[in-house]
């Protein structure tokens, strides 16, 4: 008998009949002998919904209350939940963040959790009884609920496995598990059986948008074995774990993971002296906008061209802030280009193994694909390339690395 | 400058454009210097949705997850107000019942409210600051969130009112007060200035429909100054006051009331011995239908008619007791009848004047309107009739004594 705490997402939550097919996976789990708490998210849609009313009145009203109206999709599917598992035969209990209570800081909208109350979970699970909890938010110390920012359930399901330190965190979604990439892009694509915490972040942050990064930190941290699985097809997901658990035979790569949400900037012609990183950068920063990766390149002429990329959505904010920055620099100008993507290696095995590198660029490059930006860290390299080659350029690499089903 | 607690009900928190409304009613009595608090329904509707939701999924679920899902309701709309008062640019706080905190029994679904906690409201208004309090809810001993039931946000606004000590509790809906009877009936039907808590009780008890009973008996209990006006039209509305502020001036009747809610049955040829009365209507209390009117006839025989109506919901269910208990006892049989109403005149000026109900039974007798059953109280007098004579004997008696437009 063990202690599971699973997550379901929007997805899962999407209409009764699905709420339903849950309680009836919960009940399956209870039938075993386990004990389950269950964290929910909002109906797909719903908070969406509900945050497009509140904006429709007042675009730039406090946060307060726009968690105050946010948290109410996930009130509603707990209790539903728990309706559809006390219909399935399975004593069951909604609460929200607040009732559990969940604490959280006072940052509305992007709460962190602080700690967990897990007495009245741990009475329930004791009782027989299965907590439904509600995902994505909590209570702040001033009693305010607050939410924990976009795909906060899965926050809070690894928080509330590491609090009650239950034996396995499994997060239920509409995929049956990690990919070695985007099986739209690549048909071939295979599942993975098991991951490390830290290659799923990198994967996680680089696009493959199956658990929120936080999530993945936090099962990380607290080391509590993360799977993820489908809701709607039986299998056994793929498990996150810690990376002691690898061995040598382990693939040197994991995966390969991109994203479309990237534009670059280059602020071309500026004098190459100390700070100059910090003179460009540091504008964009104070404008809020998020810098992805930066490449600078000194010139023969003493100056230097200096590239960094930043998401889609910060695109026209940042163009704006360069100029500025640009015209005060002296540089010769700014060059910007949205039709880029990054493609990334992942993998613990890079750590042991050289040659990766060279071997994907080898790769690409016999593809007649330019690179355009390399960025390395210690299991990943992720290079810019133009938008166009973006499935050409995975599938190249997939088969390089030999990532194909049925090749481990 | 006064305290006063407005409520609005669902109507009034229908849409975006509605809600925008209310701000700029409530931002109208702060620029004048009142401090208020705003008490709000659900969206019209919402409250139906979510339950109808549940009820497809576990028609006999806990009370307690009919509740947890149910008071989101409430817990968008102060949210949105909220904002929309922050735009008005009047500072605003919204707070759910378990907020507040709106303390109440463990009587889910039907909740009865037990203590209130004002530190936080009060200190709002000192700080310059509109609490928004949901309506119809409040926390269970346990933490649990429990509603009022229907038509509860009328009972939050006065609890609210009474437990702050507030000058005045207004409620906003859409009619523009209490009149002499449904306009809809009668169109020379008159707005009352005023009315006792007492009148009200009878009126709303009787069909007109505007406040929920347990308000006005918490009003009256807490002398509470309660005011029924429009959200839509400005004006004075009805002020709903305590007895002692009526004079000999006042007319003898406040208004009539109907319902076409009500069905009749008689059990026919009973014995007539003591107990009769309870072997008939214990069954019916026993199947938790409640009785409204009771009449009992000893005829030359020995034996009883005992009649007595039920709400038509009932009717059928009273209808199979009854054919139960007659059989029991011997009786000759049931009687039923769903095509009657009864009509009543409210007026606490009966109690120091005679004869109010000959002149009744008079104006409806010349109409030549067969009256069935009376009944009557310190402040009313109640008769069954044939519902085809509906509209006939309210008008008849609206213009009998005096109740027009223009006639005080």
């Not at 080391?223 to 809701?231: A, G, N, Q």
């Not at 693939?251 to 100390?274: K, M, W, Y």
């Not at 959505?313 to 060059?335: F, I, M, P, S």
Request: overall charge negative; proline content about 3%.
């Amino acid at each position: 008998m063990a202690l599971i705490v699973q997550k379901y997402g929007g997805t899962s939550m999407g209409s009764v009949e699905r709420i339903e097919h849950v309680a009836s996976k919960v009940a399956k789990f209870r039938a075993e002998g386990h004990q389950v708490v269950v964290v929910v998210s909002a109906m797909s849609g719903e908070t969406d919904r509900l945050l497009k009313m509140a904006k429709s009145i007042n675009p730039r009203g406090s946060s307060r209350e726009f968690d105050q109206i946010a948290a109410t999709g996930e009130q509603v599917t707990i209790g539903l939940l728990a309706l559809a598992l006390e219909k399935a035969g399975v004593k069951a209990r909604s609460y929200t963040g607040p009732q559990v209570a969940i604490r959280t800081d006072t940052s509305h909208m992007k709460a962190r959790i602080q700690s967990i109350d897990t007495e009245r979970l741990r009475a329930d699970c004791e009782a027989g009884i299965t907590p439904v909890v509600a995902g994505f938010q909590g209570v702040s110390p001033d009693g305010s609920t607050a939410t924990l920012g976009r795909g906060g359930s899965d926050t809070t399901g690894v928080a509330l496995a590491a609090a009650l330190k239950a034996d396995e965190c499994q997060i239920y979604t509409d995929v049956d598990g990690v990919y070695t990439t985007d099986p739209r892009v690549e048909p071939k694509a295979r599942r993975l059986d098991k991951i490390t915490f830290e290659e799923m972040l990198e994967l996680a942050s680089l696009g493959s948008k199956v658990l929120q990064i936080r999530s993945v930190e936090f099962a990380g941290k607290y080391k509590v074995p993360l799977r993820v699985l489908s809701t709607f097809v039986d299998g056994p997901g793929t498990l996150i774990t810690l990376d002691e658990e690898s061995s040598v035979e382990d693939p040197l790569i994991s995966g390969i993971a991109f994203n479309r949400d990237e534009a670059q900037l280059t602020v071309a012609g500026v004098p190459d002296r100390p700070g100059i990183a910090a003179a460009i950068l540091g504008p964009i920063g104070d404008a809020n906008i998020e810098i992805d990766m930066i490449v600078q390149n000194v010139g023969a002429d003493g100056s230097t061209d200096f590239t960094f990329t930043v998401n889609r959505v910060d695109y026209d904010r940042a163009v704006e802030v360069a100029r500025h920055t640009a015209q005060e620099l002296g540089a010769k100008g700014v060059r910007t280009a949205t039709d880029i993507v990054k493609v990334s290696l992942v993998g613990v095995g890079m750590r042991s193994h050289a040659g990766i590198a060279s071997q994907m660029f080898k790769a690409l490059a016999a593809e007649g694909i330019n690179i355009q930006m390399i960025s390395t860290s210690e299991i990943k390299i992720s290079v810019v390339i133009s938008e166009k080659y973006l499935e050409l350029a995975v599938r190249t690499l997939h088969k390089s690395f030999g990532l194909e089903a049925g090749t481990t």
